[in-house]
């Protein structure tokens, strides 16, 4: 089938378009006689087949942004072969505005402003960049305003306690890895507000009387894995309900019977791991449905089928191939085909994509080009950005990054999305204190 190559040669530094039949010895060939790191990644074109439509038009759109951008980095690259480089200062700037007063642009943030602070914590986090005192101080003050006399946590103070920004507001805490901020959480109430969030069948509603989906179940298992609480009469019954959702794809959805999507299927693969079940469901479907998630021109993931790329899906879809390397390690059938210093996808193309597509000049990650950039995209973009770079180090020590060795981030957990510090810290913390409910 004719396809539409774009090639990118660090050799030669020059663009190349044509129009060619690859075969898989055409790509090993590519793949093999070309040297990492600039831009080597071959890109295909979305073929329509005659019949464009609505979704395709949009998908051509895309693309053609993305070929102009590629364009212009690499006659930037002529004259500054350090690029791509990650924006850190600019990054950290925006971020750390994020944690301080907001304009009435964010209002609409009111209830997620537990959100907030996870996402800009964690974004200073993975650049290592360093937290003032006084912010520290702060961010736990205002959560302890977000805390429900009942357990739980608001998106806001005196809002009602719902597990999403729950989620949010213990992470944000175990960032801080300060006993001041571990000591406000009110485990037993917090025990009982899952309770309270729990059906009969072991999935749990974000909030009482809400929807039942598996983000809801993926936030309860964290929360209560992190901070000590988990036990079998809290979880019976959770995995097997988690696994009704995995559909016919391979993916999973929010609940039984839906379409498979990124963010649901990585809630759902990374509560089955903290359960120990993550083996019951059909990881081959799931590894085939989440390697075709990465765009072939563009690099980044996208959500669902047929879907555009957005930088967020870097992590939600990125963090799926750590913790099915993970799983298919411990098979006799499947280790040792595996790379021990790669993921299962194309680590180069997606830190392309973020660097030199999602970049906001003035600091931020971004959806996509010509979107803006806001807090929620720089925190999971950042995410699969790590995750990207941090695999390798089993047997080499060195992490795969592209472009500038500074755009190395820290290593960020796959499953709490957490730095590994902050939750080795905050798991020692917690599970030296039994809880009595």
């Known amino acids: 089938m004719a396809l539409f190559i774009v090639f990118f040669s660090p050799n030669h530094l020059y663009y190349i378009k044509q129009k060619l039949k690859m075969t898989e010895r055409d790509y090993s060939e590519i793949e093999t006689n070309h040297q990492f790191p600039v831009l080597s990644v071959p890109r ?31 006659e930037n690259h002529e004259l500054d072969s350090t690029l791509p480089l990650l924006s850190r200062l600019q990054i950290v700037d925006f971020v750390k505005h994020g944690l301080s007063r907001l304009s009435t642009s964010y209002e609409c943030l009111d209830a997620s402003r537990t959100w907030v602070c996870y996402w800009n914590l964690h974004s200073l986090e993975l650049l290592e960049a360093s937290i003032p005192d006084e912010t520290k101080k702060a961010v736990i003050s205002f959560i302890n305003l977000c805390q429900s006399p009942t357990g739980g946590f608001g ?29 406000v959480i009110d485990r037993p109430n917090l025990y009982h507000f899952l309770m309270s969030c729990r059906n009969e069948e072991g999935a749990f509603a974000l909030h009482v009387g809400g929807e039942v989906d598996v983000r809801g179940t993926y936030c309860a298992v964290v929360v209560a894995k992190l901070t000590g609480i988990a036990d079998q009469k809290l979880f019976s019954g959770t995995s097997e309900w988690i696994l009704k959702c995995q559909t016919y794809e391979g993916g999973f959805a929010g609940t039984p019977n839906q379409e498979a999507h990124g963010g649901y299927t990585f809630c759902a693969l990374a509560a089955l791991t903290l359960l120990g079940q ?28 047929n879907k555009l790329v957005d930088g967020c899906y870097s992590f939600w879809q990125g963090a799926l191939f750590p913790l099915l390397h993970f799983h298919l390690a411990k098979s006799d059938q499947y280790s040792e085909a595996l790379d021990v210093e790669r993921w299962l996808f194309n680590q180069e193309a997606l830190q392309e994509y973020l660097l030199v597509c999602c970049q906001h000049p003035f600091g931020g990650l971004l959806d996509k080009p010509g979107r803006p950039r806001d807090f ?25 990054v592209v472009g500038n ?6 290593l960020t957990h796959p499953v709490y999305n957490l730095g590994v510090n902050a939750v080795m810290r905050a798991l020692n913390y917690f599970n030296s204190k039994p809880l009595r409910t």
Not at 59 to 67: A, L, N
Not at 158 to 181: C, E, G, K, R
Not at 280 to 303: T, V, Y
Request: glycine fraction near 8%; aromatic fraction near 10%; charged fraction near 15%.
């Open 155 to 183: 998106g806001g103070p005196f809002q009602y306690s719902h597990l999403a920004p729950t989620y949010a507001a213990v992470n944000a805490l175990v960032i801080l890895q300060s006993d001041v901020a571990y000591k």
């Open 405 to 410: 060795p500074n755009n190395e981030l820290a």
């Open 278 to 305: 993550e083996s019951k469901c059909n990881i081959r479907c799931l590894l085939r449905w989440a390697s075709n998630r990465q765009m072939k021109f563009e690099g980044g993931f996208q959500g669902r089928t």
């Open 44 to 74: 295909i074109y979305l073929d329509v087949e005659g019949i464009p439509t609505v979704t395709s038009d949009e998908q051509v759109k895309v693309e053609s942004t993305i070929e102009h951008l590629l364009e212009n980095f690499l």
């Open 376 to 400: 929620y995209h720089t925190c999971y973009g950042l995410s699969g950005l790590s995750i990207a770079q941090h695999v390798s180090g089993v047997v080499s020590g060195r992490p795969l």
